[in-house]
């Protein structure tokens, strides 16, 4: 059970689900075409993308196991994950169509970055939880940009978040430290970048 709530809440799947969020929450009209062609690119890009290259790095020695359990592991995978952000702040969502997205991003490429610098100084911290406290201060942002009651979402959240610590802490790929600041690296981009759309 506990397993299986880190690969249901992997990180991969993380950047869509504040998307999706956003395109349910927003009172902007959008044309349908445009989210479905959005959502399409952005699954694409963001979730088959870097689980090809995972299993591609696996498959050539580079990485010893997809859960990447070792800091030198995850460098790779992140530095692939920073050019596809690259390329989706640059090509899929930009600020003049959908600034709240754009910025959302922003700070999801400098949240991997962080934890890149940190595997490079040979510290694990939790991806998971970097993606996760991402997205709930994301939603947060929403709620009080778009003056909208989201409780449920975010108590669904928050249960989510404790249930991927116990998760990362049971199965023994992370301790508290590592938890803490993966929670740290996804919230701070956020919190920082949000004025810049509120």
Known sequence: ???????????????????????????????QAVIETKLVSLTI??????????????????????????????????????????IV????ITPYDFI?????????????????????LNFKSSIHMMAICGVCMFFIGLSIHFSINILMSLAIIFFIMGAVATSRLSLKAHNYPELLIGCATGVIPQLILIPNWL
């Open 1 to 31: 059970m506990l397993k299986s709530i880190s690969y249901i809440f992997h990180p991969v799947f993380m950047p869509l689900l504040g998307v999706l969020f956003y395109f349910t929450k927003s009172p902007r009209f959008i044309p």
């Open 45 to 86: 890009l963001t979730v088959v993308l870097p689980l090809l290259s995972i299993l591609l790095l696996k498959m050539l020695g580079k990485v010893n196991s997809i859960n990447l359990p070792q800091a030198k592991e995850r460098i790779l995978p992140l530095i692939i994950f920073s050019i596809i952000l690259l």
């Open 89 to 92: 702040i640059k090509r899929i």
């Open 100 to 120: 709240e997205l754009y910025y959302f991003f922003v700070a999801i490429l400098a949240s991997t970055m962080s934890t890149l610098m940190l595997n490079i």
